[in-house]
T-cell receptor, first 114, second 109 residues
């Protein structure tokens, strides 16, 4: 149990376009979802925390207008990278937590902006 | 501020040898500490948490508040233990995790 999926697993887009990444909890209700960013050979950096039905809480230095997060249901959160630029290229990972507060991680999405 | 330090980026030991992955933290209150593991081409998964005080896959970790450490240990390493290991901290009732930089463990045959 406690499986988290992400879609797509990888995406390539042109500079200036927007990209949406989905994170789903497949077999449990996720009251809280987290979005991380991971650069090559570096650790995971938390971008934002989202609770179902409320606005996401962004970490210091993360532009909320650039990284739009929606958590409309207990099984789905989306991250939209707006007007993407090459420096936004990275590995984006989501995690989800339910009643036990243990975070279960998705497989990640590799974004490449040309 | 919350901070997790894993001083070793790379660690290589021979099969059957003991292994210790170091983790030190900085936090003024009472933290929850975790070890996560990421095997090749797999997602990050929880290995163990200090409040459980359990041994998973032969690994143990003890929280030492005096030394602010949470080192991960295994007496006899196995080849399948080769992976990336991340130490993480949660504190102050917050839900978010703060991760260390990670240690890549390689077990040589």
């Amino acid at each position: 149990g406690a499986v988290v999926s992400q879609h797509p697993s990888w995406v390539i887009c042109k500079s200036g376009t927007s990209v949406k990444i989905e994170c789903r909890s497949l077999d449990f209700q996720a009251t809280t979802m987290f979005w991380y960013r991971q650069f090559p050979k570096q650790s995971l950096m938390l971008m934002a925390t989202s609770n179902e039905g409320s606005k996401a809480t962004y970490e210091q230095g993360v532009e909320k207008d650039k990284f739009l997060i929606n958590h409309a249901s207990l099984t789905l959160s989306t991250l939209t990278v707006t007007s993407a630029h090459p420096e936004d290229s990275s590995f984006y990972i989501c995690s989800a937590a339910g009643d036990t507060d243990t975070q279960y991680f998705g497989p990640g999405t590799r974004l490449t902006v040309l | 501020a919350q901070r997790v330090t894993q001083p070793e980026k790379l660690l290589s030991v021979f099969k059957g040898a003991p292994v210790e992955l170091k983790c030190n933290y900085s936090y003024s209150g009472s933290p929850e500490l975790f070890w996560y593991v990421q095997y090749s081409r797999q997602r990050l998964q929880l290995l163990l948490r200090h409040i459980s005080r359990e041994s998973i896959k032969g690994f143990t970790a003890d929280l030492n508040k005096g030394e602010t450490s949470f080192h991960l240990k295994k007496p006899f390493a196995q080849e399948e233990d080769s992976a990336m290991y991340y130490c993480a901290l949660k504190g102050g009732g917050a839900q978010k995790l703060v991760f260390g930089q990670g240690t890549r463990l390689t077990i040589n045959p």
